[in-house]
């Protein structure tokens, strides 16, 4: 648990909000119990409040953490989302419902001991990795339509899940994790990162219990970092915050940037 405890205060990954379809679509992103805080970092729906005709692209930005993805009274809609350190789009239609875990980097590995690597950029169904969560997930849900029930119910659900495991997390992994978001991504790993063991372990450490390289982390992680600032264009061509969060200049910021979230930060943010 002490290996937990900080992620949380040190790490806010950002999902974009839900704008081009009006109230059409909503997200919401809502807080499990402080018992699965350092587990969890939050539980999500994204919901057509009436039937899509046009298909909705849902764009998924590189968070850095794991996802389960369901549709509730579905089992076959369950899903385990690796990381990506591309941005992801999902086309969605008619009266759509999906609810999330969204894990913290590191835990669901250890929680199925499973390598993170083998879900990279890929999603895999929920019923190959846990079945019984998955028939949980879609019997216990279905018809619960608002996001303080639906919280409650996951908290329920892995609270059962989660009490009794046993967790045994590698204290050089975590004091490199703790390094890279301590310093928002901008870090030089070779230089700074000095947990007592050589770059090749610290790469299969990564790809073990994050699903990349620490380099891919650190820059998902300097992205993350610059959608928290929503900073202004002027302080963008200005202020040269790229070079501050450690972008060699203008062009390797957007395009870093783009390759992430899908979009340019003007068209991110709307400028």
């Not at 949380?8 to 997200?27: C, F, H, N, W």
């Not at 699965?36 to 009436?50: E, F, G, R, S, V």
């Amino acid at each position: 648990m002490q290996e937990f405890s900080h992620i949380r205060d040190l790490y806010k990954p950002i999902q974009p909000s839900v704008s081009a379809a009006g109230e059409a679509v909503t997200y919401t992103e809502m807080l499990p119990c402080p018992a699965l805080q350092p587990y969890i970092y939050c539980y999500w729906q994204l919901k057509a409040n009436t039937p899509v005709a046009a298909p909705y692209p849902y764009r998924v930005v590189a968070d850095g953490c794991m996802d389960i993805f369901f549709e509730p009274g579905n089992v076959q809609e369950s899903w385990v989302m690796g990381i990506s350190d591309v941005y992801t789009e999902f086309p969605l239609t008619g009266a759509f419902h999906y609810a999330g875990i969204r894990f913290l980097p590191g835990i669901f590995p250890q929680l199925y001991h499973i390598g993170a690597d083998t879900l990279t950029n890929r999603t895999e169904a929920l019923s190959n990795i846990d079945p019984q969560l998955a028939s949980q997930l879609a019997s216990r849900c279905a018809g619960v339509q608002s996001h303080e029930a639906m919280s409650l119910l996951l908290d329920e659900i892995f609270l059962e899940l989660i009490t009794g495991k046993i967790f045994r997390p590698d204290g050089r992994f975590y004091d490199a994790l703790h390094l890279i978001l301590r310093h928002n991504g901008n870090i030089q790993l070779d230089k700074e990162v000095q947990t007592g063991i050589s770059p090749r372990q610290l790469r299969r450490m990564f790809g073990q219990y994050v699903g990349d390289t620490p380099k891919a982390f650190s820059s998902i992680v300097r992205f993350q970092r610059i959608l928290q600032a929503k900073p202004s264009s002027m302080s963008l061509r200005e202020n040269k915050l790229f070079f501050d969060m450690g972008y060699y200049d203008q062009s390797h910021f957007i395009r870093e940037f783009r390759r992430f979230y899908g979009l340019t930060p003007g068209q991110a943010w709307g400028r």
